[in-house]
């Protein structure tokens, strides 16, 4: 019975570690997506001022 306490507590153990680590990659999996998505928001930004300054420089009116 000792053996199998001491067994099972190592087993408690490694599950926590696991259920931490898989925590810890859901943390960076989800800061990298919120980055991608920034970078998606600033790049389509970009774009729309660069067809903002193309229709002045043509000084025609601009698409919505």
């Given at each position: ?7 099972l ?13 898989v ?42």
């Open positions: 019975e000792e053996s199998e306490e001491a067994l507590a190592r087993v408690d153990h490694v599950d926590v570690v696991q259920r931490n680590r925590h810890d990659f859901l943390a960076l999996l989800q800061l990298a997506l919120r980055t991608l998505d920034e970078l998606r928001l600033w790049v389509r930004r970009r774009e729309k001022e660069r067809e903002i300054h193309r229709c002045l420089r043509r000084r025609s009116p601009c698409c919505d």
